[in-house]
Protein backbone atom coordinates (compact mmCIF):
# COMPACT_ATOMS: atom_id res chain seq x y z
CA UNK A 1 0.00 0.00 0.00
CA UNK A 2 1.25 3.44 -0.92
CA UNK A 3 1.75 5.94 2.39
CA UNK A 4 3.01 9.36 2.77
CA UNK A 5 4.83 11.09 6.09
CA UNK A 6 4.86 14.66 7.00
CA UNK A 7 7.79 15.18 9.35
CA UNK A 8 6.08 18.08 11.63
CA UNK A 9 2.70 18.88 12.65
CA UNK A 10 3.76 22.04 13.45
CA UNK A 11 5.77 24.79 11.34
CA UNK A 12 6.37 27.88 12.26
CA UNK A 13 8.57 30.40 10.04
CA UNK A 14 8.57 34.45 10.12
CA UNK A 15 7.12 36.31 7.13
CA UNK A 16 9.73 36.41 4.07
CA UNK A 17 11.61 33.37 5.47
CA UNK A 18 12.20 29.96 3.82
CA UNK A 19 8.84 27.45 3.57
CA UNK A 20 9.84 23.94 4.04
CA UNK A 21 7.23 21.24 5.15
CA UNK A 22 8.40 17.70 4.56
CA UNK A 23 6.40 14.96 2.99
CA UNK A 24 8.30 11.36 2.06
CA UNK A 25 6.23 8.48 0.55
CA UNK A 26 6.47 4.83 0.39
CA UNK A 27 5.51 3.26 -2.95
CA UNK A 28 5.36 0.03 -4.69
CA UNK A 29 5.15 1.82 -8.41
CA UNK A 30 6.30 5.04 -9.68
CA UNK A 31 4.13 7.08 -7.25
CA UNK A 32 1.94 10.47 -7.97
CA UNK A 33 2.51 12.79 -5.41
CA UNK A 34 0.17 15.94 -4.19
CA UNK A 35 0.47 18.97 -2.06
CA UNK A 36 -3.18 20.19 -0.79
CA UNK A 37 -3.55 23.16 1.05
CA UNK A 38 -6.65 24.10 3.84
CA UNK A 39 -7.42 27.68 4.68
CA UNK A 40 -9.52 28.08 7.89
CA UNK A 41 -13.29 27.10 7.07
CA UNK A 42 -12.21 26.47 3.55
CA UNK A 43 -11.80 23.35 1.48
CA UNK A 44 -9.00 21.25 0.43
CA UNK A 45 -7.62 22.89 -2.61
CA UNK A 46 -4.81 21.50 -4.69
CA UNK A 47 -1.16 23.25 -4.80
CA UNK A 48 0.86 21.41 -6.79
CA UNK A 49 1.45 18.04 -8.21
CA UNK A 50 3.75 15.54 -9.73
CA UNK A 51 3.15 12.79 -12.42
CA UNK A 52 6.75 11.37 -13.39
CA UNK A 53 7.40 14.41 -15.79
CA UNK A 54 9.25 17.25 -14.42
CA UNK A 55 11.33 16.79 -11.07
CA UNK A 56 10.42 19.74 -10.02
CA UNK A 57 7.15 21.00 -9.94
CA UNK A 58 5.95 24.90 -9.55
CA UNK A 59 2.43 25.47 -8.09
CA UNK A 60 0.14 28.18 -7.11
CA UNK A 61 1.10 31.28 -4.90
CA UNK A 62 4.78 31.06 -5.21
CA UNK A 63 4.81 27.60 -3.87
CA UNK A 64 7.19 24.32 -5.02
CA UNK A 65 8.05 20.84 -4.82
CA UNK A 66 10.93 18.97 -5.75
CA UNK A 67 10.76 14.77 -6.36
CA UNK A 68 13.64 13.09 -4.89
CA UNK A 69 13.61 9.15 -5.79
CA UNK A 70 16.32 8.50 -4.17
CA UNK A 71 15.20 9.99 -1.10
CA UNK A 72 11.83 9.14 -1.64
CA UNK A 73 10.97 12.41 -0.76
CA UNK A 74 8.62 15.94 -1.84
CA UNK A 75 9.36 18.46 -0.14
CA UNK A 76 7.33 21.73 -0.03
CA UNK A 77 9.05 24.69 -0.12
CA UNK A 78 8.64 28.88 -0.67
CA UNK A 79 11.30 31.14 -0.79
CA UNK A 80 9.82 33.77 1.10
CA UNK A 81 6.71 33.35 3.76
CA UNK A 82 3.47 35.78 3.39
CA UNK A 83 0.90 35.72 6.18
CA UNK A 84 -1.82 34.53 3.36
CA UNK A 85 0.02 31.80 3.67
CA UNK A 86 -1.09 30.54 7.09
CA UNK A 87 -2.81 27.29 6.40
CA UNK A 88 -2.84 23.24 6.86
CA UNK A 89 -1.04 21.68 4.19
CA UNK A 90 -1.19 18.01 3.41
CA UNK A 91 0.51 15.96 1.26
CA UNK A 92 -1.20 12.77 -0.86
CA UNK A 93 0.05 9.81 -3.16
CA UNK A 94 -2.33 8.38 -5.26
CA UNK A 95 -3.27 4.99 -6.04
CA UNK A 96 -3.87 4.35 -9.84
CA UNK A 97 -4.03 0.59 -9.13
CA UNK A 98 -8.10 0.95 -9.21
CA UNK A 99 -8.21 3.37 -12.12
CA UNK A 100 -9.58 6.15 -10.24
CA UNK A 101 -7.55 9.29 -8.54
CA UNK A 102 -8.00 7.95 -4.72
CA UNK A 103 -5.85 9.64 -2.43
CA UNK A 104 -4.05 8.90 0.65
CA UNK A 105 -3.37 11.72 2.61
CA UNK A 106 -0.56 12.22 4.99
CA UNK A 107 -1.62 13.93 8.88
CA UNK A 108 -0.93 17.19 7.77
CA UNK A 109 1.45 20.20 8.51
CA UNK A 110 0.12 23.11 10.23
CA UNK A 111 2.29 26.11 9.05
CA UNK A 112 2.13 29.69 11.23
CA UNK A 113 3.45 32.18 9.94
CA UNK A 114 5.57 35.33 12.23
CA UNK A 115 4.59 38.86 11.75
CA UNK B 1 -20.84 29.61 -7.14
CA UNK B 2 -19.53 26.03 -9.13
CA UNK B 3 -17.84 24.22 -6.86
CA UNK B 4 -18.53 21.35 -4.94
CA UNK B 5 -21.33 22.03 -1.84
CA UNK B 6 -21.98 20.19 1.09
CA UNK B 7 -25.42 20.04 3.72
CA UNK B 8 -25.62 20.41 6.05
CA UNK B 9 -22.59 22.12 7.06
CA UNK B 10 -22.58 21.52 10.54
CA UNK B 11 -24.89 18.61 12.37
CA UNK B 12 -24.76 17.90 16.26
CA UNK B 13 -26.75 14.66 17.13
CA UNK B 14 -27.54 12.36 20.28
CA UNK B 15 -25.88 8.64 20.14
CA UNK B 16 -28.09 6.46 18.31
CA UNK B 17 -30.14 8.45 16.01
CA UNK B 18 -29.72 8.80 12.32
CA UNK B 19 -27.79 11.37 10.10
CA UNK B 20 -27.60 12.26 6.73
CA UNK B 21 -25.23 14.34 4.48
CA UNK B 22 -25.70 15.39 0.54
CA UNK B 23 -23.07 16.50 -1.91
CA UNK B 24 -23.38 17.99 -5.00
CA UNK B 25 -20.53 17.82 -6.94
CA UNK B 26 -19.11 20.06 -9.98
CA UNK B 27 -21.75 19.31 -12.57
CA UNK B 28 -20.01 18.15 -15.12
CA UNK B 29 -17.52 15.69 -13.01
CA UNK B 30 -18.45 11.88 -12.68
CA UNK B 31 -16.60 10.81 -10.08
CA UNK B 32 -17.49 11.46 -6.18
CA UNK B 33 -15.75 10.66 -3.56
CA UNK B 34 -16.57 10.79 0.33
CA UNK B 35 -13.90 11.06 2.73
CA UNK B 36 -13.49 11.56 6.79
CA UNK B 37 -11.52 13.63 8.93
CA UNK B 38 -10.74 13.83 12.30
CA UNK B 39 -9.14 16.10 14.74
CA UNK B 40 -4.70 15.79 13.85
CA UNK B 41 -4.99 13.91 11.40
CA UNK B 42 -5.56 14.02 7.10
CA UNK B 43 -8.61 12.74 5.35
CA UNK B 44 -9.24 8.98 5.16
CA UNK B 45 -10.88 7.58 1.69
CA UNK B 46 -14.08 6.14 2.69
CA UNK B 47 -16.01 5.51 -0.79
CA UNK B 48 -15.64 6.52 -4.00
CA UNK B 49 -18.45 6.31 -7.37
CA UNK B 50 -18.02 6.24 -11.05
CA UNK B 51 -21.59 8.04 -12.25
CA UNK B 52 -24.07 6.02 -10.21
CA UNK B 53 -22.01 3.03 -9.65
CA UNK B 54 -19.92 2.86 -6.00
CA UNK B 55 -16.53 1.22 -7.38
CA UNK B 56 -14.75 1.20 -3.56
CA UNK B 57 -15.68 1.38 -0.08
CA UNK B 58 -12.89 1.45 2.95
CA UNK B 59 -13.03 -0.94 5.93
CA UNK B 60 -13.39 2.49 7.38
CA UNK B 61 -16.95 2.07 6.08
CA UNK B 62 -18.84 0.23 8.58
CA UNK B 63 -22.36 -1.19 7.87
CA UNK B 64 -23.60 1.42 9.31
CA UNK B 65 -22.57 3.45 7.21
CA UNK B 66 -24.03 3.48 3.33
CA UNK B 67 -23.50 5.99 0.86
CA UNK B 68 -25.40 6.44 -2.36
CA UNK B 69 -25.43 8.74 -5.71
CA UNK B 70 -28.74 7.86 -7.53
CA UNK B 71 -28.15 9.21 -11.84
CA UNK B 72 -25.03 10.22 -11.28
CA UNK B 73 -25.72 13.75 -10.15
CA UNK B 74 -25.39 14.36 -5.99
CA UNK B 75 -24.63 11.86 -2.99
CA UNK B 76 -25.92 11.12 0.09
CA UNK B 77 -23.63 9.46 3.48
CA UNK B 78 -25.94 8.09 6.22
CA UNK B 79 -25.05 7.13 9.07
CA UNK B 80 -27.44 4.95 11.27
CA UNK B 81 -27.07 4.81 15.13
CA UNK B 82 -24.55 7.25 15.30
CA UNK B 83 -21.77 6.65 17.96
CA UNK B 84 -19.05 9.12 19.50
CA UNK B 85 -16.35 7.57 17.52
CA UNK B 86 -18.04 8.63 14.46
CA UNK B 87 -17.33 12.58 15.12
CA UNK B 88 -15.54 14.21 12.23
CA UNK B 89 -15.40 15.77 9.21
CA UNK B 90 -17.05 14.45 6.30
CA UNK B 91 -15.68 15.98 2.65
CA UNK B 92 -16.93 15.33 -0.07
CA UNK B 93 -14.98 15.56 -3.44
CA UNK B 94 -15.64 15.58 -7.35
CA UNK B 95 -13.06 14.51 -10.23
CA UNK B 96 -13.30 14.54 -13.97
CA UNK B 97 -12.13 11.43 -15.30
CA UNK B 98 -9.29 12.75 -18.24
CA UNK B 99 -8.62 15.85 -16.07
CA UNK B 100 -5.21 14.17 -14.36
CA UNK B 101 -4.52 11.93 -11.13
CA UNK B 102 -5.12 13.45 -7.72
CA UNK B 103 -7.32 16.72 -9.21
CA UNK B 104 -9.81 16.40 -6.71
CA UNK B 105 -11.99 19.26 -5.59
CA UNK B 106 -13.33 19.43 -2.35
CA UNK B 107 -16.23 20.50 -0.57
CA UNK B 108 -16.01 22.90 2.54
CA UNK B 109 -17.18 19.99 4.39
CA UNK B 110 -20.00 18.30 6.64
CA UNK B 111 -19.16 18.35 10.35
CA UNK B 112 -20.84 15.96 12.63
CA UNK B 113 -20.71 15.61 16.61
CA UNK B 114 -22.52 12.91 17.89
CA UNK B 115 -23.04 13.71 22.28
Known amino acids: AQSVTQLGSHVSVSEGALVLLRCNYS??????LFWYVQYPNQGLQLLLK??????LVKGINGFEAEFKKSETSFHLTKPSAHMSDAAEYFC?????????????FGTGTRLTIIP | DTGVSQDPRHKITKRGQNVTFRCDPI?????LYWYRQTLGQGPEFLTY????????KSRLLSDRFSAERPKGSFSTLEIQRTEQGDSAMYLC?????????????FGEGSRLTVL
Open chain 1, 27 to 32: SSVPPY
Open chain 2, 27 to 31: SEHNR
Open chain 2, 93 to 105: ASSFRGVGPGELF
Open chain 1, 50 to 55: YTSAAT
Open chain 2, 49 to 56: FQNEAQLE
Open chain 1, 92 to 104: AVSDLQGGNEKLT
